[in-house]
């Protein structure tokens, strides 16, 4: 499996390079794209008119634009009917206001989506895996959190391993199902540190000023934390001083950097135009 | 709530769950550390990892007396901090 992330400023062309890489390597095998955005164009892109999160855009290609809201109500009120069951209903009652308030916090968005890529990314049967993603400090959240729960779900084990020994000595051998879920869990957070920290990053910028800016910030905080692929410096004309900049401190960084130049189209490069044909060449080089 | 509800969940905490001695009182400490670090997010210390605390949350085993525990006497919150370090 090969995982690849597409990053940079807002309209900078992430969604149109996410989407035509993913027909190239559609073309070899199996292939995902999915939205990391909460604003999500891939079905918009390719006029898909389906209402559903997932769906398919060509016999091997499928698309996912996890609806990170309503999955966070879900997995919250999932959280609320269990918890009914094991607290006495007057405490319940106290920990309600907290996951009302759990369930609309938008710091969460992230981490509801992390679980959805980690589902596919560990379930493994794509071949590729593309992810359109909405800034780079959301990339390195993903790229960090396998770790950051290895730690937790280790810890939480040690905890409850020795509450299990305590309660048998009181009340005898029992199933304990928190060990079993932090033991799946820590299993899951392994593998997708695995796959995760082979992700190859795609960085999309344009030779404006704010977007190189952000490019240079972007590639420093990236350094050592992630493989990047190849910069794409699209709407590009002629020589450019600010794309020299660019490639100079990405090959600083990274060592050699595929670099991939798309000039401006007069109009947008949608799929089965002449525009989008052009379009979609420049990246053949990246598959 | 209803009364007669309240009071069947009152003694549902209180003598649902017997356990013994000092042996009792690790346990159930050991079971509302855990919750304690989430409150703690609520009342503002920031925690990063409330919202896998959560997770948690269905597999504990929790009476009134926690609340009444850690709002009247405040006992677990030192245990909580000897028991922070080392972790993240
Ligand atoms: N090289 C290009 N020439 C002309 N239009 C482009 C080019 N690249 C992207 N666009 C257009 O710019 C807009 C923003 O692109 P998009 O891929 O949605 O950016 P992002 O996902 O980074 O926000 C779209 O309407 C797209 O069709
Ligand atoms: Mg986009």
């Given amino acids: 499996m090969r995982i690849y992330a597409v990053g940079g400023k807002g309209g900078v062309g992430k969604t149109t390079v996410a989407c035509f890489l993913s027909l190239l390597l559609a073309k070899k095998g199996k292939t995902l794209i999915i939205s990391t955005d909460l604003a999500h164009s891939i079905k918009d892109f390719f006029s898909i008119k389906e209402s559903s999160q997932e769906f398919r855009i060509s016999e091997s290609f499928i698309g996912y634009e996890p609806d990170a809201r309503e999955g966070l109500r879900k997995y919250i009120s999932g959280i609320e009917e269990k918890t009914r069951r094991n607290f006495s209903p007057i405490v319940f009652e106290d920990?309600?206001?907290?996951?009302?308030?759990?369930?609309?916090?938008?710091?969460?968005?992230?981490?509801?989506?992390?679980?959805?890529?980690?589902?596919?990314?560990?379930?493994?049967?794509?071949?590729?895996?593309?992810?359109?993603?909405?800034?780079?400090?959301?990339?390195?959240?993903?790229?960090?959190?396998?770790?950051?729960?290895?730690?937790?779900?280790?810890?939480?084990?040690?905890?409850?391993?020795?509450?299990?020994?305590?309660?048998?000595?009181?009340?005898?051998?029992?199933?304990?199902?928190?060990?079993?879920?932090?033991?799946?869990?820590?299993?899951?957070?392994?593998?997708?540190?695995?796959?995760?920290?082979?992700?190859?990053?795609?960085?999309?910028?344009?030779?404006?000023?704010?977007?190189?800016?952000?490019?240079?910030?972007?590639?420093?905080?990236?350094?050592?934390?992630?493989?990047?692929?190849?910069?794409?410096?699209?709407?590009?004309?002629?020589?450019?001083?600010?794309?020299?900049?660019?490639?100079?401190?990405?090959?600083?960084?990274?060592?050699?950097?595929?670099?991939?130049?798309?000039?401006?189209?007069?109009?947008?490069?949608?799929?089965?135009?002449?525009?989008?044909?052009?379009?979609?060449?420049?990246?053949?080089?990246?598959? | 709530m209803e009364i007669k509800e309240w009071i069947k969940g009152f003694f549902k905490g209180t003598f649902g769950d017997i356990l013994f001695g000092d042996l009792e009182r690790e346990t159930k400490e050991r079971e509302e550390i855990l919750l304690t670090l989430l409150l703690l997010h609520f009342a503002g210390l920031e925690n990063p990892l409330y919202f896998y605390l959560l997770e948690v949350l269905p597999y504990l085993k929790i009476d009134e007396n926690f609340m009444r525990r850690i709002i009247a006497k405040e006992e677990l919150l030192p245990v909580l901090f000897s028991r922070y370090e080392g972790w993240a």
């Fill in chain 1, 95 to 287: 920990f309600k206001p907290f996951l009302n308030f759990s369930s609309k916090d938008p710091s969460n968005y992230d981490l509801i989506l992390y679980e959805k890529l980690k589902e596919k990314v560990i379930k493994g049967d794509y071949q590729f895996i593309v992810v359109d993603t909405a800034a780079t400090g959301q990339v390195l959240k993903f790229l960090s959190l396998p770790q950051r729960l290895l730690i937790w779900y280790g810890l939480l084990l040690k905890w409850r391993k020795k509450y299990v020994a305590l309660r048998e000595k009181i009340k005898g051998k029992q199933e304990d199902e928190l060990l079993s879920m932090a033991e799946k869990k820590k299993k899951e957070a392994e593998e997708a540190k695995k796959k995760l920290g082979e992700m190859e990053f795609i960085w999309v910028f344009e030779p404006g000023t704010l977007s190189i800016k952000e490019s240079l910030r972007a590639m420093e905080e990236m350094k050592g934390r992630v493989k990047l692929r190849a910069l794409v410096a699209n709407r590009f004309s002629g020589e450019n001083r600010l794309v020299e900049t660019v490639v100079k401190r990405g090959r600083n960084l990274f060592g050699e950097v595929n670099l991939i130049k798309i000039p401006s189209f007069e109009e947008e490069p949608f799929p089965g135009t002449t525009q989008g044909e052009q379009f979609k060449d420049y990246l053949k080089n990246l598959t």
